[in-house]
């Protein structure tokens, strides 16, 4: 089992997801980058447990980073203890029981907690990093912040750990059409990403995080979805060989996101919506480092590996990944609110866009 989490770790060490968002959670790491000048310290200690997905386990770099950060939220009057897991999934389960009040996991995962956020992950949600900045601004509205709120569940923030490219074990598919008959590797626990598959006439091949990479590797499927930055550490070289290739068109822009159970925290800590909101500004301020290291990411993958399409295969792409978006939308996979919150963006940049002259979204 050692050796097949071992390319996860490296890919979470790399991407830094759950050290960076538990980063912009912790009041220390801000005061430290200057960003809370004018915050105070919490008037009364404040006790928080924190679960944190390490592939690794406790005896992680992910883990060890989070306790360093623990030690210096002390000087804040907040004492959490890291609750470090190897499957998300326990993780989400445990904060859904009340184990932690806070955690750290994937935007899929993340929307059982909160539907409308959640649903940021959809098929086609953006193309760049750009609009990706400017949704994370607009999400940072008072007033759309406080639809992050659901009942008990509330929230903190989402970041971006990349762009979600199709890699290949054969270039010769390099359009909708011959993906068809073909193996895809989806999650098992997101039926969204089989639906997508099935409805373009592939097959989808059922993984969990631990296989995930393995099955594209081993020849089990020939295609397989991931961000630029887990060639390496997913070894995803394997699975490309000589024939094979990454596709240069987005599928979406993988988040992260950061929740609280606010039902636990809200009686320690009563200006809790204030702290939370100087945590959102933060992040903003410095969600282009983040993205910087996301590029280089794609910057590190070997040139020779990148497939390029034409003018009307992308085209094709993005109408497919549309009707898939508004078909699961109308299936109630995913929240309308955020649907046309995305559209909003995508037309902000690119107004001439044929979707922005429809009102499905």
């Known amino acids: 089992m050692r050796h097949l989490l071992a390319p996860l770790r490296r890919l979470c060490a790399s991407t830094a ?73 326990v993780a989400a389960e445990d904060f859904k029981a009340g184990q932690c009040e806070g955690v750290a996991m994937t935007t899929l995962r993340a929307k059982q907690f909160n539907r409308m956020v959640g649903s940021i992950d959809s098929p086609g949600n953006l193309p760049d990093y750009e609009h990706v900045k400017s949704l994370l601004k607009t999400l940072s509205n008072p ?26 074990n054969d270039r010769s598919i390099n359009s909708i059409e011959k993906a068809a008959g073909k193996k895809v590797v989806v999650l098992d ?10 409805s373009i006439g592939a097959q989808p091949v059922p993984a969990d995080l631990t296989t995930y990479a393995g099955k594209f590797n081993n020849g089990q499927a020939d295609i397989i979805a991931a961000p630029a930055m887990a060639y390496q550490p997913m070894e995803l070289y394997r699975g490309i060989g000589k024939k094979g290739g990454i596709i240069n068109f987005p599928l979406l822009q993988a988040t992260g996101t950061v929740l609280i159970r606010r039902d636990l925290l809200l009686p320690k800590i009563p200006d809790l919506d204030l702290r939370l909101t100087q945590v959102r500004e933060y992040g903003m301020q410095h969600i282009d480092t983040l993205i910087d290291m996301l590029k280089k990411g794609e910057k590190d993958i070997p040139k020779h590996l990148w497939v390029e399409l034409s003018a009307e295969e992308k085209l094709k792409y993005s109408r497919m990944l549309r009707e898939a978006r508004i ?35």
């Open 17 to 89: 997801l759950p050290a960076l968002l538990l980063a912009l959670l912790l009041p220390a790491s801000l005061a430290q980058a200057g960003a809370l000048d004018n915050a105070k310290p919490l008037p009364k200690p404040v006790k928080m447990r924190f679960c944190l997905f390490d592939p690794m386990g406790a005896g992680g770099d992910i883990t060890s980073r989070a306790r360093d950060l623990a030690l210096e939220a002390q000087k804040w009057n907040l004492f959490v203890e890291i609750k470090s897991y190897m499957d998300e999934r």
């Open 143 to 168: 007033v759309l912040a406080s639809l992050g709120i659901n009942g008990r569940y509330q929230v903190v923030g989402v970041a971006p750990i990349g762009s979600i490219f199709v890699v290949v």
């Open 189 to 198: 626990w997101d039926p969204s990403m089989g639906k997508m598959i099935s």
């Open 327 to 361: 078909y699961m939308t109308r299936e109630g996979v995913y929240d309308p609110t955020m649907m046309n919150i995305l559209k909003r963006v995508r037309c902000k940049h690119s107004p001439a866009n044929e979707e922005c002259a429809t009102f499905d979204e």
